[in-house]
């Protein structure tokens, strides 16, 4: 008969298998605990009453954010309560809640002390700028009042010279001289020391020759440079 000749039907059944994730390829933990919340089409407002848990602490599952969790146990049975109102197996979940709340812990606290050694550093390197300024600004005035003394100190004192006049013509052969000059200053005339009292004021009466004279009036400290004065005085022969 014509339908003893039919070839055999071959059903080839296809099974679609979906590879299981690794455990570098899960999701989050907050990315579970989200959408298994959305399966369940509940919110967290909702969910947070029914399991009488703070709603902020069930965002902070969701969002992944473990800090703004409090300390102690208490997040791990938040932790329980919200997945097994989600009918999620939370023993799993758990595991991943310890690592990924440890790997924040550590590296919010690398981060402190990170912010901390910058701190440290600014605080610290502040100091150092103002103090190295303000040596800088000792050692430049130190300097400064240093060579102010010591100009000071090697200048030639003043000296003022009264009388005689310069280039006179006389017919004596003596002749007074007068001057002005600082305290405990040496006075020469021709190289002959003269004494000058506690204001400086000197007077000498010196010997002239016939002829053209010139008189040195020198004024001198310890360590000062001189100072000089010179007189030409011509004396006419009688």
């Given at each position: ?233 011509l004396v006419k022969s009688n």
């Open positions: 008969m014509e339908g003893n000749n039919r070839e055999p039907s071959i059903i080839v059944i296809m099974f679609k298998f979906k590879p299981s994730k690794t455990k570098n390829e899960r999701s989050s933990l907050a990315e579970q605990l989200k959408s298994a919340r959305h399966e369940k089409g509940k919110s967290l407002a909702y969910i947070a009453k029914k399991i009488k848990v703070n709603e902020k602490y069930l965002q902070a599952l969701e969002a992944g954010e473990y800090e703004d969790l409090p300390e102690g146990i208490y997040p791990r049975q938040f932790l329980k309560e919200y997945c097994t109102y989600l009918e999620v197996d939370y023993q799993p979940l758990l595991d991943d809640f310890d690592k990924e709340r440890q790997y924040q812990l550590v590296f919010k606290k690398d981060k402190f002390f990170n912010s901390q050694i910058v701190k440290r550093h600014y605080f610290f390197s502040f100091p150092k700028v103002a103090k190295a300024c303000l040596i800088i600004f000792a050692v430049f005035f130190g300097f400064f009042y240093f060579f102010q003394g010591l100009n000071e100190l090697t200048s030639p004192p003043k000296l003022e010279l009264e009388e005689p006049g310069d280039n006179l013509a006389i017919n004596q052969n003596f002749i007074g001289i007068k001057g002005l000059t600082e305290p405990e200053t040496q006075v020469t005339i021709n190289g002959k020391n003269i004494l000058s009292n506690k204001d400086g004021f000197f007077s000498e009466t010196i010997n002239l020759k016939n002829g053209l004279n010139t008189i040195v009036v020198s004024a001198e400290k310890k360590y000062s440079q001189k100072n000089t004065i010179k007189r030409q005085i």
